[in-house]
C-alpha cells in the first residue's frame, strides 16, 4: 500500500504509528502476521505510489504489475522494496488503537538506505494525485536530533 498518514513516536526504541484502512489488504496482513516493511520512495517512484495506492495487493502482485524488486529483509518475511531509498522492517508492537482509529504502532528492527540515492527528493501527499516535492535544506543551531 501507499502510506500519507504516519508519524515518529519514540527514539529509543524506534516506534512508527501508522494509520491503515481497515478495507486494506494490507491491514489484514499486518493483523495476521504483526510485521511489515515501510519502503520510502524518492521523486522517481511517484507514478509507481500512485499506482500502488489505487490498487489491493488482494487481486494483484503489485512488486510484479509495478517494476518495483523484492529483496529478502533480515528481522521480517516481508521483503524490501529495491528502488527504494530506506527501508524500514517493523514489527507491529502496540495495536490498541488498531479497533478504534486503525493506528499501528510499530517497531523498527532493522534500517537500510540506498548507498546509491545521496541527496533523494521525497514526495509529500497532499491528496488527489499532488505532492510536494522536498526543496532547499537549510541549516540552525540547534539541541534537538
Ligand atoms: C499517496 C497515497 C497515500 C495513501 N495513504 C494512505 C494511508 O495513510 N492510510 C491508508 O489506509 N491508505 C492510504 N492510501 C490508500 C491505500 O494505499 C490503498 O487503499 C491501497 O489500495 C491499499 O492496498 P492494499 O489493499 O494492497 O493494502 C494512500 C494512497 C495513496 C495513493
Known amino acids: 500500500m ?25 491491514f489484514a496482513a499486518m493483523r495476521a502476521t504483526r510485521e511489515c516493511v515501510i519502503a520510502i520512495p524518492a521523486l522517481k517512484l511517484a507514478p509507481q505510489v500512485v499506482q500502488v495506492g489505487n490498487s489491493s495487493g488482494r487481486s494483484i502482485d503489485k512488486f510484479e504489475t509495478f517494476g518495483l524488486t523484492p529483496v529478502p529483509a533480515h528481522r521480517v518475511t516481508p521483503p524490501l522494496v529495491a528502488e527504494c531509498f530506506a527501508n524500514l522492517e517493523c514489527k507491529v508492537a502496540d495495536t490498541r ?24 527528493k521525497t514526495i509529500h501527499h497532499h491528496g488527489f494525485g499532488t505532492f510536494v516535492v522536498d526543496g532547499e535544506t537549510i541549516k540552525l543551531i540547534s539541541k534537538m536530533r
Open 97 to 120: 488503537f488498531v479497533k478504534k482509529y486503525n493506528l499501528f504502532i510499530l517497531e523498527v528492527l532493522k534500517a537500510w538506505t540506498d548507498p546509491a540515492q545521496k541527496k533523494p
Open 2 to 26: 501507499a502510506m500519507s498518514w504516519h508519524m515518529m513516536v519514540e527514539f529509543e526504541p524506534p516506534l512508527v504509528a501508522c494509520i491503515v484502512s481497515s478495507a486494506d489488504h494490507s
